[in-house]
């Protein structure tokens, strides 16, 4: 392997460790691992998937659910997401690319508002059959 792509893979690694070390003090300062821990969906990335970063999650008793290979279609954003994101914008013709960013925005910001982008009950259950369907045809 050339030593450039090693460095790269380490580099992405360490900033990895990092990201999840500031999201477990967020988390456990906001109180919000006193009753469920977090599930984990991410793709098999090397990143990821990467020995250390396994070694933190088993460590902080962190649920990782395994991503079946070839299967893009179970990331939650795509079923869960995306969905409400597009319903508001159903039907409307746009001038130009700013009046879309400016429509995506306010719909962004009313799923903010609402709390809608963390329907856990609804996505995760449409999550957990999705993983079954995936299972049942071999990724």
């Not at 809608?116 to 299972?135: G, V």
Request: charged share 25%; net charge positive.
């Amino acid at each position: 392997m050339h030593l450039n792509v090693i460095m790269d893979y380490v580099r992405h690694v360490a900033i990895m460790r990092y990201r999840l070390g500031r999201l477990h003090y967020a988390c456990k300062r906001s109180r919000l691992l006193q009753d469920n821990l977090p599930i984990l969906l991410h793709d098999n990335a090397h990143c990821p998937v990467a020995r250390n970063v396994t070694n933190i999650l088993r460590r902080w008793h962190w649920e990782v659910l395994e991503h079946p290979p070839y299967s893009h279609d179970i990331n939650p954003c795509d079923f869960d997401l995306l969905p409400q994101l597009k319903e508001p914008l159903r039907g409307t013709r746009f001038p130009d690319v700013t009046s879309v960013l400016r429509a995506v925005g306010r719909s962004g910001a009313i799923i903010n508002k609402q709390h809608l982008a963390i329907s856990i009950p609804d996505s995760k259950e449409s999550l957990s059959k999705r993983l079954c369907k995936l299972c049942r045809r071999q990724g």
